[in-house]
Structures are given as structure tokens and as C-alpha cells.
């Protein structure tokens, strides 16, 4: 008689599911992340798009809103990057 243990066809013992918190289905163990790991990966991957559009539309409020200080603050990046791509930095050697 075969080892059971061994058995890569034998059924598992548990049963490799999981109720996520937020959509309430039960889902096989590999459609979760470990990290929250209440939570699928279908809701976490949602719940971040959602975050990062949140985010996106929080910053161009506030490049709308300060727009003059925005633009000067982008010149003064920009002519910093050009002055430290043509060896100008303070660290050159």
C-alpha cells in the first residue's frame, strides 16, 4: 500500500479556503495575499486602484489650486537636474 504522505494525487486534509472580510466569499487560500491576509487579492488590488485614484485627483486639487507655486517649484527642479546633468552639482569631483 502507498504512503499517503506521499500521494501527490491523495486528497488534503484541509480544506485550502478562506472567507475574505470584505466581499464575504470563500475563496481558495492562493487568491489572498499574505499581508492582510483577511482580505483577497481581488479586494486589495480594488481597494488600492481606489486609493491611488483618491491620490491622483488629490494632487492635481492642489496643483489647480497653487498653480504659480507649483510651476515655480517645477522650474526650479528642472534647472537643478539640468545643472547636475551637465557635472554643475556640488559633488562633482
Same mark, same amino acid.
Not at 2 to 17: E, F, I, T
Not at 24 to 39: D, E, G, H, M
Given at each position: 500500500?502507498?504512503?499517503?504522505r506521499?500521494?501527490v494525487?491523495a486528497?488534503?486534509n484541509?480544506a485550502?479556503?478562506?472567507?475574505? *472580510?470584505?466581499?464575504?466569499k470563500t475563496?481558495?487560500t ?7 491576509n *483577511?482580505?483577497?487579492k481581488?479586494?486589495?488590488?480594488r481597494? *488600492?486602484r481606489?486609493t ?7 494632487v492635481?486639487?492642489l ?9 515655480a517649484?517645477?522650474q526650479a527642479?528642472?534647472?537643478k ?5 551637465f557635472?554643475?552639482?556640488s559633488?562633482?569631483?
Amino acid at each position: 500500500m502507498r504512503d499517503q504522505r506521499s500521494n501527490v494525487g491523495a486528497p488534503s486534509n484541509g480544506a485550502q479556503c478562506k472567507r475574505c *472580510s470584505r466581499c464575504r466569499k470563500t475563496k481558495p487560500t492562493t487568491a489572498f495575499y499574505r499581508n492582510p491576509n *483577511s482580505i483577497c487579492k481581488d479586494c486589495q488590488n480594488r481597494a *488600492s486602484r481606489f486609493t491611488n485614484q483618491i491620490r491622483r485627483a488629490a494632487v492635481a486639487h492642489l496643483i489647480a489650486t497653487h498653480q504659480g507655486e507649483y510651476r515655480a517649484r517645477m522650474q526650479a527642479e528642472r534647472a537643478k537636474r539640468a545643472a547636475a546633468e551637465f557635472g554643475g552639482g556640488s559633488d562633482a569631483a
